[in-house]
């Protein structure tokens, strides 16, 4: 089993920035592609950003490229994103989530974090 922790979460004005970090344990991590996933109230979640298992390859939804960054440091078994630009429409809970297999752009995967919420005034 993986387990997965989100922390960063919080109130910030359009236009700013936030970090997200996720931590990861349980088990050795970096065989894992990883993703962020959101959920904004009464929507369906969906996918943000994903990052293979060596930080070569990543995948951006459309509403998020170039605004925001995945990366991820194995050594400290940690995965973070970097949001920059923020909008409001990027409100919603943010979860951290691990897939086993190759990095692909979807909401499927094997292990979730709780969640941290952001919310972005106008």
Same mark, same amino acid.
């Given at each position: 089993?993986?387990?997965?922790?989100?922390? @960063? @979460?919080?109130?910030?004005?359009? =236009? =700013?920035?936030?970090?997200?970090?996720?931590?990861?344990? @349980?088990?050795?991590?970096?065989?894992? &592609?990883? $993703?962020?996933?959101?959920?904004?109230?009464?929507?369906?979640?969906?996918?943000?950003?994903?990052? !293979?298992?060596? =930080? $070569? !390859?990543?995948?951006? &939804?459309?509403?998020?490229?170039?605004?925001?960054?995945?990366?991820?440091? !194995? &050594?400290?078994?940690?995965?973070?994103?970097?949001? !920059?630009?923020?909008?409001?429409?990027?409100?919603?809970?943010?979860?951290?989530?691990?897939?086993? @297999?190759?990095?692909?752009?979807? +909401? +499927?995967?094997?292990?979730?974090?709780?969640?941290?919420?952001?919310?972005?005034?106008?």
């Amino acid at each position: 089993q993986v387990q997965l922790v989100e922390s @960063g @979460g919080g109130l910030v004005q359009a =236009g =700013g920035s936030l970090r997200l970090s996720c931590a990861a344990s @349980g088990r050795t991590f970096s065989g894992y &592609a990883m $993703g962020w996933l959101r959920q904004a109230p009464g929507k369906e979640r969906e996918f943000v950003a994903a990052i !293979n298992w060596s =930080g $070569g !390859n990543t995948y951006y &939804a459309d509403s998020v490229k170039g605004r925001f960054t995945i990366s991820r440091d !194995n &050594a400290k078994n940690m995965v973070y994103l970097q949001m !920059n630009s923020l909008k409001p429409e990027d409100t919603a809970v943010y979860y951290c989530a691990a897939r086993l @297999g190759l990095v692909r752009p979807t +909401t +499927t995967y094997d292990y979730w974090g709780q969640g941290t919420e952001v919310i972005v005034s106008s």
